[in-house]
């Protein structure tokens, strides 16, 4: 028999199924994460959303199909009983952050806000990993969340810059230290959800027609165009240690 077959044989192609897994999405009430709940359980898994509120069936009906578990991840002990509590499941999806915002040009920053985001993007992805890694079974793995400035710095964004470039450090050190769970990130171009909110209606509605003049995809991401990079990240079982751009071409057009 050819080495060809053989390989067949032991490896069948990967499917995005998910039937039969567990998958744990924090920050999968809203936005990106929402989009990846959904996405996970079309494709058969059991989903939990984590994040600081639970919310009611009157409040938010559409999140009846999924458990739902309250978690900070500013608050480490919080995270671990919270990961307790779920307990063994197959991946894990981060997508909790602060809101993204200015603290002021890096000479003149506000440091309590530089903290603040810092504390709840980097170490926030950090602790949901440490607690969340003797939970995830074999085959499991754990999807970060960053985006384009981590690349790309923007004037004012040092912070969020920071925070981003670490978290897709802390993922590829973490693709070696905690394999062969597999460890990846999706670094998301602009995504239209509620985490422009802090824009004002006019300027938002400003930098979505730019996107959809500048960009190469000639539109605004969605969630389930990050949800379907979710899904190869959770399926495929020779992806760790990578980022992967999904950005409608943002990185090679000038800053919008
Ligand atoms: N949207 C974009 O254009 C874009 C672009 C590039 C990168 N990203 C990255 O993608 C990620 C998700 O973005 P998004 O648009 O989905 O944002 P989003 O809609 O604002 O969602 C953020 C989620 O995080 C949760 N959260 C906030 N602070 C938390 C905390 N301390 N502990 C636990 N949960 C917390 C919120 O739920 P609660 O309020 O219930 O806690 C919310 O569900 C972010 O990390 C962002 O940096 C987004």
């Given at each position: ?38 996405a ?24 009846a ?11 480490e ?21 602060p ?59 040092t ?20 394999a ?32 959809a ?25 020779y ?5 992967i751009?999904?950005?409608?071409g ?7």
């Amino acid at each position: 028999m050819s080495n060809a077959n053989t390989q067949k044989e032991l490896s069948p192609a990967p499917s995005l199924s998910l039937a039969g897994k567990k998958v744990v999405v924090v920050g999968g009430k809203t936005g990106i994460g929402l989009g990846i709940a959904r996405a996970a359980q079309a494709a058969g898994a059991a989903v939990t959303v984590a994040s600081r509120r639970v919310a009611t069936v009157e409040e938010r009906p559409d999140l009846a199909g999924f458990a739902q578990v309250r978690l900070d991840v500013r608050d480490e002990s919080a995270v671990r009983a919270a990961f307790d509590v779920i307990g063994p499941f197959d991946h894990l999806i981060v997508t909790a952050a602060p809101d993204i915002g200015t603290w002021g040009a890096f000479m003149d920053a506000d440091m309590h806000g530089v903290r603040s985001y810092l504390e709840g993007k980097f170490l926030g992805s950090w602790a949901c990993a440490r607690h969340a890694a003797p939970h995830l079974r074999a085959g499991g793995s754990i999807t970060f969340l960053t985006g384009g400035m981590s690349a790309r710095p923007k004037l004012g964004f040092t912070a969020v810059t920071s925070a981003f470039a670490a978290v897709e450090a802390l993922s590829g050190s973490l693709a070696l230290e905690l394999a062969p769970l597999r460890v990846n990130t999706i670094r998301p171009g602009f995504v239209d959800t509620d985490m422009w909110s802090f824009l004002p209606d006019e300027h938002r509605d400003g930098l979505r027609k730019k996107v959809a003049e500048t960009f190469p995809a000639r539109r605004v991401g969605t969630p389930d165009d990050i949800a379907h990079a979710a899904l190869f990240l959770m399926t495929n079982p020779y992806v760790t240690g990578t980022v992967i751009e999904v950005a409608g071409g943002e990185n090679l057009v000038a800053a919008v």
